[in-house]
């Protein structure tokens, strides 16, 4: 029982003091996991909770991540408000895509997200002029928090992993809620949650 109490903490320890003693590269991996996994999250909220199958959930990834650098690079905005932007750009078209791809089932919810995956992959792999193509774009803009600029990949895995924290929260927040639980509802038995 106490090493069951004992892991978070342990795993919070390791989480904060073990990037100290790590280069680069690995400090580079840990951020892009960090990034995943935020993703991860969002995809469990809705084939995990919802039972809901989405193929195209990276489509919607890449428009956030894609219009938070364009608005930093190209238009001159801060990293905070075009973070901001670009997520609600990004939940604005999922909801346009959702309204309609919602009301099919089973396999043609999978193929019509898919679809939608895969036009976002052809336009920014295209579109080379404004998505940098294959070599997507590289960002010079840095980040800063209370006036501390984010200049080094330590400090940038420690935002990831404040972001991360927050993602994981706001998830285990949400299906605890009424809303998290009608989706469960809704995986089980859609016929029987919509009665209710």
Known sequence: MKTKALLPGVLVLASLVGPLFMNNYWLHLLISFGILAIVALGFNVLMGY????SLGH??????????AALLTERLGWSFWP??????????????VVGLPTLRLRDYYLAIATLGFGVAIQV???QWSDLTGGAVGLALKTRPSLFGLEIDNNLLFFYLTLGFLLL??????SLARSRPGRAMM???VDEEAAASV
Do not use: D, M, N, P
Request: glycine content about 16%; overall charge neutral.
């Open 185 to 187: 509802a809704l995986r």
């Open 123 to 125: 336009v920014a792999a």
């Open 82 to 95: 075009s973070l901001v932007v670009a997520a609600c750009l990004s939940g604005l078209l999922a909801y």
């Open 50 to 53: 919802a039972g809901q199958v």
């Open 167 to 172: 993602s994981y929260f706001g998830v285990e």
């Open 58 to 67: 990276a489509g919607f990834y890449a428009i956030g991540a894609y219009g």
